[in-house]
């Protein structure tokens, strides 16, 4: 099965930094890859799918890249809303696994 | 607007069972694929079971693969997770789940509230 690793499992940055979280397939899994933000006590959010397909009515801030294995997800100038975990998921075959995920809080 | 509303949560012994519910509106439920996610406290999501739109094609993690079954009554718009042989590791939130799009496996865009199972003597 092929596994999904975040990095790094937490960071602490500044209203307005760049922020970049990686993600990790084990094996390679083209562009099926989506990312998801939860914050505390909320459910889960789609923010990105096909690596870098912004979901309807996401901020333009947040953005994705990579295929194959190696994947980013930016937010290109953090917000005190940004506060939340982040997720990444493959969805090339049925088995939907999640990355370990990414806290991100303001320092 | 789509709509998914878990239950069948509660409190069980290790060793017990317990069957959740999803009742979906707002789509044409026949036409999509479900999934089961879950969420341990202070953990991470973990993928469970998925089932397709005519229930053809039915997934499960390695984790539950064997205890639980997933189904669904695509006329009554529903789906469900049988959950048998439970264990302490089985206690989390159980979300309900639909994809982007009615194909294969897609991503997940729409979610329920969740339903929260503990395992428990």
């Known amino acids: 099965d092929i596994q999904m690793t975040q990095s790094p499992s937490s960071l602490s940055a500044s209203v307005g930094d760049r922020v970049t979280i990686t993600c990790r397939a084990s094996?390679?899994?083209?562009?099926?890859l989506a990312w998801y933000q939860q914050k505390p006590g909320k459910v889960p959010k789609l923010l990105i799918y096909?690596?870098?397909t912004l979901q309807s009515g996401v901020p333009s801030r947040f953005s994705g890249s990579g295929s194959g294995t190696d994947f980013t997800l930016t937010i290109s100038s953090l917000q005190p809303e940004d506060v939340a975990t982040y997720y990444c998921?493959?969805?090339?075959?049925?088995?939907?696994?999640f990355g370990g995920g990414t806290k991100v809080e303001i320092k | 607007e789509v709509q998914l509303v878990e239950s069948g949560g509660g409190l069980v012994k290790p060793g017990g069972s317990l069957r959740l519910s999803c009742a979906a509106s707002?789509?044409?439920?026949?036409?999509?694929?479900m999934n089961w996610v879950r969420q341990a406290p202070g953990k991470g999501l973990e993928w469970v079971s998925s089932?397709?739109?005519?229930?053809?094609?039915?997934y499960y993690a390695d984790s539950v693969k064997g205890r639980f079954t997933i189904s669904r009554d695509n006329a009554k718009n529903s789906l469900y997770l049988q959950m048998n042989s439970l264990r302490a590791e089985d206690t989390a939130v159980y979300y309900c789940?639909?994809?982007?799009?009615?194909?294969?496996?897609?991503?997940?865009?729409?979610w329920g509230q969740g339903t929260t199972v503990t395992v428990s003597s």
């Open positions: 096909a690596a870098s």
């Open positions: 094996q390679g899994i083209s562009n099926y």
């Open positions: 789940a639909r994809g982007v799009w009615s194909g294969y496996s897609p991503p997940l865009l729409h």
């Open positions: 998921q493959k969805y090339n075959s049925a088995l939907l696994t």
């Open positions: 089932i397709s739109s005519s229930s053809s094609y039915i």
């Open positions: 707002g789509f044409t439920f026949s036409s999509y694929s």
